[in-house]
């Protein structure tokens, strides 16, 4: 062909546009300009994504595909795509018209959809319904299965679940589990899974019937659509509508199935699994149990040599048990035999599971009774395990298996379990300590094997968890301290290894068990004078006082341990609360410092003798112990004037003084008849001690052997003029009262004998009048001079401290407060009331015999009070005319 010669063209006019330019304008804006087909090939991924936003459904097509093939090949290429900007446009694509774009669109996001950020992206741009909108039926399976990706990839996020729910995509998602296409069934099922932690996915489970097609896909052949669909009816069958539902469909058998095949024994722990919650359905164990499907899988659980499922077996067991009537069943099943063998595996997980579920059957008496020979001996064994979590649940397992069962108590001693035990007090782990201290006091209940427990140390092994920050740990400790603390050696181990002033402290807890089980411990440990003085130094008391007054913290052991404190201390109970019982015996060193109030400290009485004399009222000691220490305490002694801060300096005396106990301020009771209770009847006790006799005495031959005596004990108390007196590095002892020694022994030799109850009374009250000052009457008791007696008492003694056998001029409050001591001393019941103004009387209880009751029934007893002052002896009847004249005149 020849080469065509182009003609010239002609310059155009100059105001008009170039002819072609022309053209182009009339064709572009008539629309029918044409553009031959242009190929482009780009390297930058920036460039590609600048044409998802072209018109052309080719250019998305194939912009898509590159897309799709650069996201697989890495986290990398997905972020990028982020930072360009491609997942906006993305999800416009997913309402494209053309199928293609729209399948490509699908596709990218269901890859991109696993990174973190697009997810949140997406969730932003809420495209929730826009890929739910893909798995409509008509479209291809293609599309199904990148949408169900994406969705599975999104439904990991909590927020992304409740749009997946709220735009209805539970639904399409169960009908794709029927899908012909592995991967849609995959993606559909895990989607599934994953929406089925939220309860409300749950119940719109239910509400679909999702469970027969999610029971077809264990018929697949991929194991990882088969262990899905376990795990997402391990979910739903923690409803029992759900549970209900797989039984009605044969959900129990296709689970068997799974089991009984080998080749599926990677499925086994979430069949087993599955099963638990099966088990939980009464009626579905009672129909595994008749199809005997229950042995099989007992049997199963036993002889299978994979730990996980071993350890689902038992965690199965476990679970179900908490029902009474699937522990029946399970007993008469003999599972017992199955989880003793368990704890005889390798794998510590199978370990723990067996021993929880031990801990859940021994809830059954008959299966209680079981482990005593077969269970215990092995739980002991696994106390002593390397783990600390196996520890943790042998130790349950011993605690509910000892509790309310002696037989497994001791048991749990013979096979060595005490050291093991108390080792575990100082483990790592909260409920290990707390389980191993359940057992601990529940063996300290039988006082063989508490014996046996201090000889390990028990109570100085207790101060760790006594100090713990764990209220159920503080709550096992206090109660082990409550059954251990109940002789003189196990108090004196926590008073020495510091355990009391923890104790103390955990009554203060806001925990109400914690408060409770303090209070119980310091109730058991206030038997103890010594102890009781220490708790009452560490304000227990106080803190006590204070949780009684309020109604919501108080408890009935709070109030008994505030009273055993003050009945160990009757000082400050009668301070406190003005009034003291017949069975509150005086003994010495009790002391009457007057009324405080509550919150008050009283001051103990060493303090109160060093103290100088005062205008502060007189305050009254029982003594009655005769010391070589004290020099006689009578008005006459000229060495009543050194007073009582005194101290030991001759070795002789020492010795001398340190074979009588002096249990300041709590003193032992003397050897007198009201070492035992009083009786309530008759208000005496008839019982002579033998140390009454020795206290009473021969006071024949005084002449000099006497005076010498008195001589020296002058010269041991004028000794800490010259060696320091008060010195904290000597023993200091109460001032004697020989006058109160000579009282108690003059009403034993004449009073004490008298048989009758009422004579008994009125010869004790005119003698204590008569020591007093005799009768007064009521027109010249302002004459009586009393106060002054007391002012030389207290300046001659140089001490606030007056003993009440040197006072010889008391009034009510003085008489009442002899009468009491002695009472007690020879055995007769009486009260020590204090009164307003100085005021103080005693009651006694005495048989009305004008009042007899039926045949063969004692007379009523009624209460008098005893006239110390007008008419000594007298006895006025409670409540009566000339009673209150008495006690408020």
């Not at 009935?556 to 009757?570: D, G, I, P, Q, W």
């Not at 220490?629 to 009543?640: G, L, T, W």
């Not at 007008?870 to 006895?875: A, D, K």
Request: hydrophobic share 40%.
């Amino acid at each position: 062909m020849g080469k065509k010669i182009k003609k010239e063209a002609e310059p155009p006019p100059k105001d008009v546009l170039p002819r072609n330019l022309q053209r182009l304008n009339t064709m572009g804006a008539a629309g029918n300009l044409y553009f031959d087909p242009l190929t482009i090939e780009s390297k930058k991924v920036a460039t590609v994504v600048l044409m998802l936003n072209s018109p052309e459904e080719e250019i998305l097509a194939k912009a898509c595909e590159a897309i799709y093939r650069f996201a697989l090949k890495g986290e990398e290429n997905k972020a990028t795509l982020l930072e360009l900007g491609a997942v906006e446009p993305l999800t416009k694509l997913l309402t494209h018209e053309d199928k293609i774009v729209r399948r490509n669109a699908t596709m990218i996001l269901g890859i991109l959809a696993s990174n973190n950020d697009v997810k949140k992206l997406l969730r932003e741009l809420d495209v929730m319904s826009s890929v739910i909108a893909q798995l409509a039926p008509e479209e291809e399976v293609l599309i199904h299965e990148f949408a169900t990706l994406c969705l599975a990839n999104m439904s990991a996020e909590y927020t992304s679940k409740v749009q997946i729910y709220e735009h209805g995509g539970l639904e399409p998602l169960i009908r794709l589990l029927a899908s012909p296409d592995p991967d849609v069934k995959k993606n559909s099922i895990e989607c599934i899974y994953n929406l089925a932690q939220d309860f409300q996915c749950r119940a719109m489970l239910q509400e679909l019937n999702a469970i027969p097609s999610i029971l077809d896909l264990l018929k697949s052949e991929y194991p990882i659509i088969q262990l899905l669909a376990l795990k997402t009816l391990g979910v739903i069958t923690n409803d029992k509508e759900a549970r209900a539902m797989l039984r009605d469909n044969q959900g129990v058998d296709h689970l068997i199935k799974v089991l009984e095949t080998k080749e599926l024994n990677d499925l086994h722990t979430e069949a087993l699994s599955v099963m638990a919650n099966c088990l939980e359905d009464m009626d579905t164990l009672v129909l595994i149990q008749q199809t005997g499907i229950l042995k099989k899988l007992l049997s199963f659980a036993e002889n299978s040599t994979i730990p996980d499922i071993q350890k689902n077996a038992a965690k199965a067991i476990t679970k179900a048990a908490y029902d009474p009537e699937i522990r029946k069943l399970f007993h008469e099943q003999e599972v017992e035999k199955c989880l003793v063998a368990l704890l005889g595996s390798e794998n510590d997980g199978t370990k723990i599971a067996a021993c929880q579920a031990i801990s859940v059957m021994c809830e059954n008496s008959g299966s209680k009774e079981f482990f005593n020979n077969q269970g215990i001996p092995q739980l002991i064994q696994l106390l002593k395990s390397d783990s600390e979590e196996v520890r943790e649940a042998a130790a349950l397992a011993l605690a509910n298996l000892t509790t309310c069962n002696t037989a497994n108590v001791i048991a749990a001693a013979e096979a060595d379990g005490i050291d093991p035990l108390i080792n575990i007090l100082s483990s790592n782990r909260d409920g290990a300590i707390a389980n191993a201290a359940t057992v601990l006091a529940n063996m300290a209940m039988q006082e063989p094997l508490r014996v046996k427990m201090q000889n390990h140390d028990v109570m100085h092994a207790l101060l760790g968890p006594l100090c713990s920050a764990n209220t159920v740990v503080q709550s096992k400790a206090a109660l082990m301290v409550a059954t251990t603390a109940c002789d003189v050696e196990a108090r004196t181990e926590l008073r020495n290894s510091g355990g009391l002033e923890p104790l103390v402290e955990l009554l203060c807890s806001k925990n109400d068990e914690v408060r409770r089980h303090a209070s119980w411990a310091v109730m058991v440990c206030a038997n103890d004078e010594l102890m009781a003085v220490e708790l009452f130094r560490l304000g227990a008391l106080d803190i006590l006082e204070e949780i009684n007054l309020s109604v919501s913290r108080k408890n009935k052991f709070s109030e008994a341990a505030y009273n055993k404190l003050l009945n160990n201390y009757l000082s400050l109970k009668y301070s406190l609360t003005g009034y003291l019982s017949s069975s509150n015996i005086i003994n010495d060193g009790f002391y009457d410092y007057g009324r405080i109030n509550p919150g008050t400290k009283l001051l103990p009485l060493k303090d109160l003798c060093l103290q100088e004399p005062s205008d502060l009222r007189a305050v009254l000691l029982v003594n009655s112990k005769s010391s070589d220490v004290s020099p006689p305490a009578s008005m006459e002694d000229k060495s009543s004037d050194i007073g009582y801060g005194r101290s030991i300096s001759s070795s002789s005396s020492l010795r001398r003084v340190s074979k009588e106990k002096t249990n300041y301020p709590f003193s032992t009771r003397s050897g007198s008849p009201t070492e035992d209770k009083l009786e309530p009847t008759s208000g005496r006790n008839t019982a002579v001690s033998k140390s009454t006799t020795k206290e009473k005495g021969s006071r024949k031959g005084r002449g000099k052997k006497e005076e010498e005596k008195v001589k020296e004990e002058e010269e041991v108390a004028a000794a800490p003029k010259l060696t320091g007196e008060g010195s904290p590095d000597k023993e200091w002892y109460p001032p004697s009262d020989l006058d109160f020694c000579v009282y108690v022994d003059e009403v034993t030799k004449s009073i004490f004998p008298i048989t009758n109850i009422e004579e008994q009374i009125e010869a004790l009250a005119k003698y204590v009048a008569e020591k007093m000052g005799g009768k007064v009457s009521k027109e010249k008791l302002h004459d009586f001079g009393w106060e002054l007696h007391i002012s030389e008492l207290k300046f001659q003694l140089k001490s606030n401290v007056v003993p009440i056998g040197q006072i010889k001029k008391g009034i009510f409050y003085h008489r009442a407060f002899l009468f009491k001591a002695l009472a007690d001393k020879i055995g007769i019941g009486c009260s020590l009331v204090r009164g307003e103004y100085g005021r103080a009387w005693n009651e006694v209880k005495l048989m009305n015999e004008s009042r007899k009751g039926l045949i063969g029934a004692l007379p009523p007893l009624e209460v008098y009070v005893v006239d110390l002052m007008f008419h000594p002896g007298r006895l006025m009847k409670l409540r009566s005319k000339e009673a209150d004249l008495y006690r408020y005149l």
